[in-house]
């Protein structure tokens, strides 16, 4: 799947023109263990690209071999090939090669080989000729991985090598063949050849220069369809300007071509056909014929774009020496390879390229339609965790979130949704800056319930999150594994109200984020407000908890809550969404309605006892109740207390070392703390 993603991100990006580099890794490895050996990696990006290169390496002690992040420079496509030797040295050379494209950007090829192949399977035998039937020679070739090998030419006679040129007297069929040995490992093949010299005739062609020139050349040529090249024959004026001779032809009828350079140096083609053997061709031409100098004068040009630039560059109309273009957005250059930066996002233009030969008086004009798109693309995949398989199909939505400073002041900025493929991935367009991204499933999900919406790359909190930089590059990944809740169960419930305000009742928040911790910040569940900015947790185990409101941008308060047996609910978490931050909404005297406030433990560290000071608001019964990390109640103690300030020990006997979370409850108030046992 991460594959995938990275192949289609590759493709998108091609799609934008450009510029930047294409890379490609390559790694394999030998069948056989072998420290050292070498390996050649080649790549080609076909004729004209300009993209060719080689690079070798060693193999690691395990026979594997690596060529990472190889850089293609622009080329989009081509061939990457790898060799090393095999166990027959040099006649034995292993090959494996991959056809690279834009769809595999980045990716990986694996190219593996097998060392040592036994037997003949991988000994070869191929041969090749080429007939001149005007000269009657021909030249034979072979390729082979043999280590003997000669050829049985005419008349018993041998030739030991891989090539060779030889002649025979006249038209007609000659049998030659090729002997190839592996001494070795014992392998042979001899190869038969065929070879047949046809049988040419001749025209007559003759014609004149209308300008008398003595020893002027006349190449006459034919395509010889008998074997797909052209034949090629020079004939000379005489004192008159006159040419004739005899040209050889194999095909009985077809087309004689007859050329000249003319006063300019120009090259003049004519042609008359020949109706059969032995026929005569009459080609004639004018040493100056008319002139247009600007004949054939035309010009193009070609374009690549990266982000918001667009560069340039002309072609085709090689004497063109001065350039004028219009970029379409009202800027012009008259250099010949410029670079434009343009300042629309996503917008099309009409680019236009006049180029004139100066010293003929020549011009021509070229525009086309040029589309300029500087944002990057930036995606990633979703998964539940690191070990499951991915998020049940279109039931997750991600977020993308605008990240930007004003003074000292963070804003977030929601601008953009989209749902979970099903291939698990996302994707956004965006403009260089800074971004955060969120996923969390959809009520429909069977995982609902189980997962936090979590922040790139595994945060619950906007604050938390890590920050998606984006640049130059044409793509950026940013991939988010889940949070999952973690929930024992039991009788405990937490509840409360979201609304806008200031310490008043304000109106409902609807669907806030409202993430549910253990006091030791471990994920337990996430519910959304209701459309009257109510929400609530039920069947939670005792224990001590957290709870904060997530909305982009906006620190929030937490309400801190122990729940026991003779406490097991807590419903006066309640939060006012203010400008810049969200607080716990306080009652009508201006005292935290049952929320837990911060506790004073000394010594902490402590050994065998522990004094707690807060403050209550009336005589009452303090309950104190010490837990582990897990969440779970280790001890619980119920003390009296006073109207004021509180100064409470506590007996640390049977808890090991470690840290705890106490928690004091009130009738009026909650405290909790943190404090480290160490004995």
């Not at 026929?279 to 004068?297: E, K, L, Q, R, S």
């Not at 030791?520 to 209701?530: Q, S, Y």
């Not at 309400?559 to 969404?577: I, Q, R």
Request: net charge neutral; with cysteine.
């Amino acid at each position: 799947m991460k594959k995938i993603l990275l192949a289609l991100v590759a493709v998108l990006s091609l799609a934008l023109h450009s510029r930047a580099q294409n890379n490609v890794s390559v790694y394999g490895s030998i069948d056989t263990a072998i420290s050292g050996k070498k390996v050649w990696v080649s790549f080609s990006g076909g004729p004209g690209s300009g993209c060719f290169f080689i690079d070798s390496t060693t193999t690691t002690s395990t026979g594997d071999y690596y060529f990472p992040n190889l850089n293609l420079g622009a080329c989009s496509y081509g061939s990457i090939w790898v060799s090393t030797v095999g166990c027959r040295n040099q006649y034995d050379t292993l090959t494996q090669n991959d056809f690279y494209d834009s769809t595999k950007n980045n990716d990986t090829l694996w190219l593996n080989f097998r060392y040592c192949d036994t037997g003949c399977s991988k000994f070869y035998t191929s041969v090749y000729s080429f007939v001149n039937p005007f000269t009657k020679q021909i030249t034979v070739d072979a390729n082979t991985n043999g280590n003997k090998f000669y050829w049985n030419l005419l008349g018993g006679s041998k030739y030991n090598g891989l090539g060779t040129t030889f002649s025979v007297p006249s038209a007609g069929g000659y049998n030659v063949s090729f002997v190839s040995r592996d001494t070795l490992l014992g392998c042979h093949d001899s190869v038969p050849l065929y070879l047949y010299v046809p049988a040419y005739d001749s025209v007559f062609v003759k014609g004149q220069i209308d300008t008398p020139i003595n020893g002027y050349p006349v190449v006459v040529s034919q395509f010889t369809s008998w074997y797909g090249w052209w034949h090629t024959e020079t004939f000379y004026t005489n004192s008159s300007g006159q040419y004739s001779g005899w040209f050889k032809v194999l095909d009985s009828a077809g087309k004689i071509n007859a050329s000249i350079l003319d006063c300019r140096s120009d090259s003049i083609v004519n042609d008359n056909p020949h109706l059969h053997y032995r026929d005569t061709v009459i080609i004639d031409f004018v040493y100056c014929p008319a002139y247009n100098p600007c004949a054939g004068f035309t010009t193009n040009f070609n374009y690549s774009v990266s982000g918001s630039l667009a560069y340039f560059s002309p072609g085709w109309s090689s004497t063109a020496n001065s350039f004028y273009w219009s970029f379409g957005d009202g800027s012009f250059s008259t250099a010949k390879y410029p670079t434009h930066n343009y300042a629309s996002v996503d917008s099309t233009y009409n680019v236009c390229l006049t180029a004139w030969d100066t010293v003929r008086g020549c011009g021509d004009t070229i525009c086309k339609n040029v589309h300029i798109d500087p944002r990057a693309f930036l995606a990633g995949y979703v998964d539940l965790d690191s070990t499951s398989s991915q998020i049940d199909s279109g039931f997750c939505r991600v977020w993308l979130i605008k990240r930007d400073s004003v003074g000292s002041d963070v804003l977030l900025t929601a601008i953009d949704s989209t749902n979970l493929t099903d291939s698990g991935t996302y994707m956004f367009r965006v403009m260089p800056g800074n971004y955060l991204v969120k996923a969390a499933l959809l009520p429909s999900s069977i995982h609902y319930s189980n997962y936090l919406p979590t922040y790139h790359t595994k945060a619950s909190l906007w604050s938390s999150a890590t920050n998606v930089s984006i640049t130059t590059s044409p793509y950026t990944v940013a991939n988010i594994t889940l949070i999952k809740g973690t929930n024992p169960g039991g009788s405990g419930f937490i509840g409360g109200l979201v609304s806008v305000g200031a310490n008043k009742t304000g109106d409902p928040v609807e669907k806030a984020d409202v993430l549910l911790f253990t006091a030791a910040g471990h994920p337990v569940a996430f519910v959304k407000t209701d459309g009257g900015g109510a929400y609530s947790f039920s069947n939670l185990a005792f224990g001590s908890y957290k709870v904060r409101i997530e909305v982009i941008g906006k620190p929030s308060e937490e309400y801190l809550v122990t729940l026991t047996g003779d406490n097991p609910s807590a419903t006066n978490g309640n939060f006012d969404v203010n400008s810049k931050d969200i607080k716990l909404k306080k009652s009508g005297t201006g005292i935290l309605e049952t929320t837990a406030v911060a506790l004073g433990i000394y010594p902490n560290p402590a050994s065998n006892n522990v004094s707690l000071n807060f403050e209550n608001a009336a005589d009452g019964v303090a309950t104190v109740t010490i837990y582990d990390l897990a969440g779970k109640a280790v001890k619980t103690l119920a003390l009296p207390a006073v109207q004021g300030n509180n100064i409470l020990n506590v007996d640390l006997e049977g808890l090991k070392n470690g840290l705890y979370i106490i928690g004091v409850s009130t009738t009026h108030a909650q405290y909790t703390g943190r404090v480290s046992v160490s004995k």
